[in-house]
C-alpha cells in the first residue's frame, strides 16, 4: 500500500457518553463529562468541514444536526474512499472516521488483566463493577457511589459506566488492531480518559488505564 492511501482514522464510540455525573447536578468542578466529548467531535467535524470547502468541488450544503448526532453527521460528509473517476477531480478526504461498537468485558480480556488483574483473583475490576452496579443506590441513601479514601472530587460512577469503560477499552483495542494492520495512525475519542489511573488506584477521572492496556493488547 502507498503511503498516501493510508489514511489515519478517527474512532467514535456511542457508549462512551453514557459515562455521567449523577451524585449532584453541581457540575462546575466536573471537567470530564459528555461534553467533553462532544466538543472533540464538533472539532473533527469543523476539521472535515474545511477539507471539504477546499476541495476542488463544492462544498455540500450545511445541514442543522443535533448536537448528540454528530458522529453521524460525520458519517455523512464524503469522506469515502473515491472512485478511478472521481480521483482525477477533487481532493481526497485525508482520514476515515470509524463509529466503533466493540467492546470488551473487564474479567474476560487479557489486556485487562494483564494491566489491572490481581494474581489471586480480579479483586479490582470486580469492585469497580460492582461500585458503579451500585452507585445510584448508594447515591440515593445520602452517601457517595466513590469509597472511602478514593479522590471524590474527581472520580465519579453510574450504573452506565461500565459500558462506557468497556467500550472505550474496546475501541482502543480496535484502533490499535487498524494501526498494526495496515500501518497508519489513529485518534481515538473515547471517555473515561485512563492515563491517571494505576494497578488498582483510580484518580483523575481514569478507572481504566486505556493507554496502558492498549499497549498490552
Known amino acids: 500500500m502507498d503511503d498516501k492511501d493510508r489514511k489515519p482514522a478517527i474512532f467514535l464510540q456511542d457508549a462512551c457518553y453514557q459515562h455521567k455525573f449523577i451524585r449532584s447536578r453541581d457540575l462546575s468542578a466536573i471537567v470530564e463529562r459528555p ?64 463509529r ?13 488483566k494483564f494491566v489491572h488483574g490481581d494474581v489471586e483473583g480480579d479483586m479490582y475490576l470486580e469492585k469497580l463493577r460492582a461500585w458503579a452496579r451500585d452507585s445510584r443506590d448508594k447515591i440515593n441513601d445520602g452517601g457517595s457511589e466513590i469509597p472511602e479514601g478514593l479522590p471524590q472530587g474527581d472520580l465519579y460512577l453510574c450504573p452506565e459506566s461500565i459500558d ?25 475519542a473515547i471517555r473515561p480518559p485512563g492515563h491517571h489511573c494505576g494497578e488498582d488506584t483510580p484518580s483523575g477521572f481514569c478507572f481504566v488505564n486505556n493507554v496502558a492496556v492498549g499497549a498490552a493488547h
Do not use: H, W, Y
Open 35 to 98: 461534553e467533553r466529548l462532544r466538543a472533540v467531535t464538533v472539532g473533527v467535524s469543523a476539521a472535515m468541514a474545511r477539507l471539504e470547502a477546499i476541495s476542488l468541488r463544492a462544498p455540500p450544503k450545511s445541514e442543522l444536526v443535533d448536537a448528540d448526532d454528530l458522529a453521524g453527521a460525520l458519517g455523512r460528509l464524503n469522506i469515502a474512499p473515491e472512485t478511478s473517476q472521481q480521483r482525477g477531480n477533487e481532493i481526497r478526504a485525508p482520514v476515515s472516521i470509524v
Open 100 to 112: 466503533s461498537n466493540a467492546s470488551v468485558n473487564l474479567l474476560d480480556d487479557p489486556a485487562v
Open 164 to 188: 462506557a469503560i468497556q467500550g472505550a477499552v474496546g475501541t482502543v483495542c480496535e484502533a490499535v488492531d487498524t494501526v498494526i494492520a495496515s500501518n497508519t495512525r489513529a485518534f481515538v
